[in-house]
């Protein structure tokens, strides 16, 4: 049973009892990291059901090279729940299936290559039109106000429609406008899954039963009637020369949902984060819009979302640490990218930082699928935001709140600009 | 100069790709290779430089003198 954050008790030494929950971790992670990385250097808690932690660049690329020593078949940062069927109680899933990433070789070649196509940069191109048009109808509906919250309306707003347009699904399932969480609504099922759910199972157990009755019925039409949409394609393709059943269709685009939203919508969120406060960079990209593709790269960098989770199949041994048979590994990507001995002045956002070996979308057989899709939603993104709305700043009067874990970034962003 | 991809270790981040595209192409499934022969112009010398500096795999090769 998970324990509200707020009643859990408070952290005392990082390197022997971290919580990836903590909100000190989620505002600010990189002094902790720092720390550890110096004296640890590869943490361990038995918060969460157990997991080591390394904070060194080179760590955690070895790690993630591992292959399957370290096996992808808990891709989650906590300890997984069984699904089962609300009818019948009958378990679905005993631990998460969203392949590639929760799979290993060799059935993880043919999943990989199943959807890479649609996300080559050729095919991202072809959603890059519609996803400049959504930035732009964004920014038309709070232009006028002088303020918005730059996460809720905005940054939220894109990668959910940009997963929706690409499946071939109704729009208005991915978030409604208005305060709070829409109901029925892919914001509200990738929140339910990863951001409350992951520290409240019965969550996460209600959410994936409607995701699964939603991509079961929207599998079935496309079974049905076929169009030209990603989910039909999914169905013409093939594994390795297998037909591609219903079950994995619906897990792939259960990938889409878990791997495509709140990640990029938290880049989103940080990049608006980073440049309404330092006007510097903010002025350099409004001045020189060609540096937006490096600087898109060092946002990454700086304020990479993801930390996904592997299981030790064997003992492991990294930089003196042995992590034993059976223990969950966090793949602490963000933290590799802020490691002095990479990156010089890691923690500094350089924007047109020419040495950047960033492993914000991974790193080996697992690095992100979508990755060019979110590269293209956040140069859209920004672009628009910085053309539109060049003289933003943070509205220093209100919050800004973060949320962390397996996914960081600013879930309220309040920013006040001069009306155009 | 001459610029190379290995095959080996290409993971399809596409980081060369997006900073130096006249120095390479990507095939269907986001796996990068040399345009042409390699040859890399001088003119796109730094190009080549910064694609190889950017890959997280050490995927792209330089050969200098090539």
Request: hydrophobic fraction near 40%; charge should be negative; glycine fraction near 8%.
């Amino acid at each position: 049973m998970a324990t509200a954050p707020d009643a859990r008790p408070p952290v005392g030494d990082w390197a022997t009892d971290y919580d990836i929950f903590d909100p000190a971790y989620c505002a600010d992670p990189g002094p902790i990291w720092a720390d550890l990385r110096d004296r640890c250097p590869v943490a361990h808690t038995e918060r969460w059901g157990g997991s080591y932690l390394p904070t060194r660049y080179e760590d955690v690329a070895e790690l993630a090279r591992l292959v399957p020593a370290l096996s992808n078949q808990l891709p989650i940062v906590v300890p997984p729940v069984p699904i089962t069927d609300p009818v019948t109680g009958e378990v679905i899933r005993a631990r998460p299936h969203i392949p590639p990433i929760s799979s290993d070789p060799p059935f993880h070649g043919p999943a990989r290559r199943l959807i890479l196509p649609a996300f080559s940069p050729q095919a991202v191109a072809t959603h890059e039109p519609y996803t400049r048009d959504l930035a732009d109808r964004l920014v038309d509906g709070f232009a006028a106000r002088g303020r918005c919250d730059g996460a809720v309306e905005f940054a939220q707003q894109i990668p959910p429609r940009v997963i929706a347009h690409l499946l071939g699904v109704d729009e208005n399932r991915a978030d409604r406008p208005g305060s709070g969480v829409s109901p029925d609504t892919m914001i509200e099922w990738v929140r339910g899954l990863l951001e409350f759910g992951a520290t409240n199972p019965e969550l996460r157990i209600a959410t994936a039963q409607k995701i699964f009755a939603f991509w079961g019925a929207e599998v079935a039409e496309r079974r049905a009637q076929p169009g030209d949409d990603f989910i039909s394609e999914l169905l013409r393709g093939d594994l390795d020369g297998e037909p591609v059943d219903d079950d994995h269709a619906v897990a792939t685009c259960n990938l889409l949902l878990i791997a495509g939203i709140d990640t990029t919508w938290s880049s989103i969120g940080s990049a608006l984060w980073h440049l309404a406060t330092h006007p510097g960079d903010r002025e350099r990209l409004v001045a020189e819009p060609e540096l937006l593709p490096m600087a898109v790269e060092e946002l990454l960098r700086v304020y990479s979302p993801v930390t996904m989770g592997r299981l030790a199949t064997e003992d492991v041994t990294v930089d003196g640490v042995t992590i034993p048979a059976g223990s969950r590994v966090l793949m602490n990507f963000p933290a590799a990218n802020r490691d002095p001995a990479q990156f010089p002045d890691p923690d500094t956002v350089v924007i047109d930082r020419a040495h950047n070996r960033h492993v914000a979308f991974g790193i080996g057989i697992h690095r992100c699928a979508g990755s060019n899709l979110a590269r293209m939603e956040m140069q859209v993104a920004l672009s628009v935001f910085l053309e539109r709305l060049p003289e933003f700043h943070l509205d220093v009067t209100g919050p800004v709140t973060w949320c962390g874990g397996q996914v960081r970034g600013p879930r309220t962003l309040p920013l006040v600009f001069p009306t155009p | 100069m001459k610029v190379r991809v290995d095959p080996e270790k290409c993971q399809g981040h596409n980081r060369c790709y997006s900073l130096a595209p006249e120095l390479f192409e990507v095939d269907d499934y986001g796996y990068a290779s040399a345009a042409g022969d390699g040859v890399v112009p001088p003119e796109l010398a730094e190009k080549a430089r910064l694609a190889a500096a950017n890959c997280p795999e050490y995927a792209v090769i330089i050969d200098e003198d090539g």
